[in-house]
């Protein structure tokens, strides 16, 4: 369902579309990390990524859960969107499962999810959508991550990850904890020891991992939006 509309990004075709369009024809890449926060702040980094996708691939979108999971999820770390057509001011998206945990309860809270879905029904109509949400705190539980996403990592499908740089911080802190997140993403490399000692605060750190993992690519930045007080973001793709 849809719970953020007029929060996060307008909710009227005729405001959406200067945030949506144009979307122009860039190389194609195989993944992409993207922020979330007011859709107003980060829509140029959101066009360039698609731009790089031809409709009709099937897109993976993983999404970090900034929360603990439900007394009753106990045990389980990923959960999907339930099957469902999703109606936004500029078209149908239809999502489809993998047969995972339901994650409805957690899009309440995660409006993450909602930040794509007017570039699908805008550019990309016609692709397959999962979304994913997970919790991923330790080594284990991205090797089961990868094994769910492994049959799925063909030249059909395109990665898409919502992160931030950082949490929530002090003014004061901001730029240099999303320099040194943006740093850690260009050197590659296993990001998770830096992430659980500290020294990198993207959120969905695991998730980039894992994706990493499966692709065996490099990050390359496409932008840094370095005027926001309370938390920093970048987006990069993988070619």
Known sequence: MIYHSAVFYPDGRDELMPLVSP?????????AILPHMRLEGVAPFYRRVFASIPDGKRLIILLPLHRETLEKDRGMHIFQSPE????????????S???????SPY???EYSKELFLPYIAYHNPSSPVHFLFARIERGAQIKEL????SPLADDDT????SSNMTGRLPECEVRKATEASVEAMLRGGHM??????????????????CVQTLLGGSWELIGIR?????????AFIMR
């Open 192 to 209: 998770m020891d830096l992430y659980q000692k500290g020294r990198v605060g993207a959120c969905a750190t695991p998730l980039i991992e």
């Open 84 to 95: 469902v057509t999703e109606e936004t001011p500029l078209g149908p998206v239809r999502i």
């Open 146 to 149: 990868t094994r769910v996403l």
């Open 107 to 109: 899009e309440k809270e």
């Open 23 to 31: 979307i122009g024809n860039e190389e194609p890449i195989r993944a």
């Open 158 to 161: 395109i990665f898409l990850i």
């Open 97 to 103: 499962g993998l047969g995972l945990p339901d994650g």
């Open 226 to 234: 370095d005027d926001d007080r309370t938390s920093g973001h970048a």
